[in-house]
Nanobody, 116 residues
Framework: QVQLVESGGGLVQAGGSLRLSCAASGSIFSINLMGWYRRAPGMQRELVAT???????NYADSVKDRFTISRDNVKNTVFLQMNSLKPEDTGVYYC??????????WGQGTQVTVSS
């Protein structure tokens, strides 16, 4: 079993910044892909950014040039630096990890609220 602990959400004014963290622990042999997804009020969960073990990144168009995903492979932790936040970035942010076995796990979610 794998446990994911997220932190860093909160309330911020438009234009501000937040940094999310997600630490994985438990029965981890090798984490392949790590990523962040979000669910805005009344919307489906959507991809925000992913990062491979080698460091290749992928971003949703809506967050490119504002958000940066990174990871620490030793600590099995993924980060999301969010700058120039907009009210439309409001939502619950979920961490996801995909193991080399193909199994995947979700975090419990952390609320991000951006006020205008």
């Amino acid at each position: 079993q794998v446990q994911l602990v997220e932190s860093g959400g909160g309330l911020v004014q438009a234009g501000g910044s937040l940094r999310l963290s997600c630490a994985a622990s438990g029965s981890i042999f090798s984490i392949n892909l790590m990523g962040w997804y979000r669910r805005a009020p009344g919307m489906q969960r959507e991809l925000v950014a992913t990062i491979s073990r080698a460091g290749s990144t992928n971003y949703a168009d809506s967050v490119k040039d504002r958000f940066t995903i990174s990871r620490d492979n030793v600590k099995n932790t993924v980060f999301l630096q969010m700058n120039s936040l907009k009210p439309e970035d409001t939502g619950v942010y979920y961490c996801k990890v995909v193991l080399s076995t193909g199994q995947f796990y979700w975090g419990q979610g952390t609320q991000v609220t951006v006020s205008s």
